[in-house]
């Protein structure tokens, strides 16, 4: 199973980003997919969860009201759109992927992991 993140880049605060999560031979619609993200220096953290079952959807309050999560299982692809990006998102992102039944958010839960994509927001 490989999982793969991409969209990062560099962007200016205000500026908006979609992450993407794709994968091969691994079908993420049956899946809980989970966004992490990690700082130098600091551990990595949860950013946006969404479920296996009922697509119930998770986000850190860091995040709430300026990134959402979704899917688009005609690509076999999980999105994480984000927008008003601060310089404290700056971070290297991961996408994984839960094979467990409802929304998990520790990254214990989680059996698949990607490369992760770089974003740092800065003027």
């Known amino acids: 199973v490989q999982l793969q ?3 990062g ?18 079908t993420l619609g049956y899946s809980g ?6 700082a130098p ?13 009922d697509d119930r959807t998770y986000y850190a309050d860091s995040v709430k009201g300026r990134f959402t999560i979704s899917r688009d299982n005609t ?26 039944y409802g929304l998990v958010t520790s990254p214990h839960h989680y059996d698949y992991w990607g490369r992760g994509t770089q974003v740092t927001v800065s003027s």
């Open 41 to 53: 220096g600091k551990e990595r953290e949860p950013v946006s969860c969404i479920s296996s079952s």
């Open 9 to 26: 880049g560099l962007v200016q605060p205000g500026g908006s980003l979609r992450l993407s999560c794709t994968a091969s031979r691994f």
């Open 5 to 7: 993140a991409s969209g």
């Open 75 to 100: 690509r076999n692809t999980v999105y994480l759109q984000m927008d008003s990006l601060k310089p404290e998102d700056t971070a290297v992102y991961y996408c994984a992927a839960a094979e467990v």
């Open 33 to 38: 997919i989970g966004w992490f993200r990690q």
